[in-house]
Every structure is written in C-alpha cells, then in structure tokens.
C-alpha cells in the first residue's frame, strides 16, 4: 500500500481539527497494529508499515529500495600445471575452475574481477604453494596498485599458503586480481582460492 498524504491547505479548519482529535484513540490502535501516523509539517501522511508489496517509490519521492544487485564469486585452482601465460611481466595468479560467479563479473580466462559499479567490495585469498622453499608474496591488486598482500616463507613444510582478505573501495570498472610479486609457484599452487563480493554500493 501506498503512503496516503492529505495536506492540511486542502482541508477546512473544523475539518482538520476533527482528524487530529480522531488521531488521538486511533494512534494508539494504529501503533498496536504496526501502522503508524506520522505528521510531518503540514502533511498528514499515513504509511502502512507491512505492505503486501513494495511500491517503487514512497510520498516523499525517495526510493523504498537501492536496488544493489548481487555480485559475488569465488574461484579455485585445481591443477599444477603453470598456464605458459603466467610469464615474467604480468606474474597474474590464474585459477582454472569457477565455484560462484554472480553477476559474471570474474573473468576465469585472465582471473580478473571488473566491477559492475561503485562500492565497497570485500577479497580474500588463500595462496598454496608446493614443495617450493622459496618465499613468495602474493598481492591483491587494484588497477595495477597492491592493496594487500601475504607471505609465505616457511621451509620445513611441503605446502603453505600466503593468505589475507580486506576491504576496497572499487569504481565502476576497476580491475581486482592477484599478483605474484615474489618468488615463484614452481610446484604448482593446487588448492588455492580467491574470493570477492559486494558489500554494499556507495
């Protein structure tokens, strides 16, 4: 139901009186029944606090509804093997197999994330890398700019992840991916993962 608004300069004076003496019992009964009246200046204005549908508008003019869409996806990587792609220049961390793409805003063919529009959007992810001593530092990446990054250094266990997660503020457009910026995954990096979703639009 839509908010009713009957303003007052409509109304005759003895008029207006008799629907502010008749809001006095009726308030009560309409706060009981989870329908509020509320006055706002010179407007009477009624709003039903369940309604049966969820109108696109209210009498203000402001929007009931952001209408935030859902983004969200997670990806994995279930092989080994290096993609020959992998080279020294882009050093991009790719994951062949697609868990949750909402949206079909994650590329898996180069393992980007493109944001759809303005927000703040939530990464984590968990790096293995595989009977390799080295250390390695993986980064998150915004439009070519580390925005967090992990290490993994220990040399006495066969697997080990770099894992971090956070919070960026993307622009529409803006590119997210993983980047490799120190050491290598020689071994493969089998079982790793990398998450995103939208927390909410700004």
């Known amino acids: 139901m839509y908010p009713r608004v009957v303003h007052s300069s409509t109304l005759e004076p003895t008029v207006l009186l008799g629907l502010l003496l008749l809001w006095g019992p009726l308030g009560a009964q309409a706060q009981n029944d989870t329908e509020p009246i509320v006055l706002e200046g010179k407007c009477l204005v009624i709003c039903d606090s369940t309604p049966n549908s969820e109108p696109a508008g209210n009498a203000l003019g402001m929007s009931v509804r952001s209408g935030t869409g859902r983004v969200a996806f ?98 529409r457009g803006d590119k997210a991916y993983l980047k490799l910026e120190r050491g290598n995954l020689m071994g493969g990096w089998k079982y790793s993962t990398f998450s995103g979703f939208l927390v909410f639009p700004l």
């Open 74 to 171: 997670s990806a994995t990587r279930q092989t080994n093997h290096e993609p020959t792609d992998m080279s020294n220049r882009t050093m991009i961390i790719y994951f062949d197999q697609i868990l949750v793409n909402v949206g079909n805003h994650f590329d898996q063919e180069s393992s980007v994330f493109l944001a759809p529009r303005r927000g703040v959007y939530s990464f984590n992810f968990h790096v293995v890398k595989a009977y390799n001593r080295q250390t390695i530092q993986v980064s998150l990446m915004l439009n070519g700019w580390p925005m967090i990054s992990a290490f993994a250094g220990d040399m006495d266990v066969t697997r080990e992840a770099a894992t971090n997660a956070g919070l960026v503020i993307m622009e």
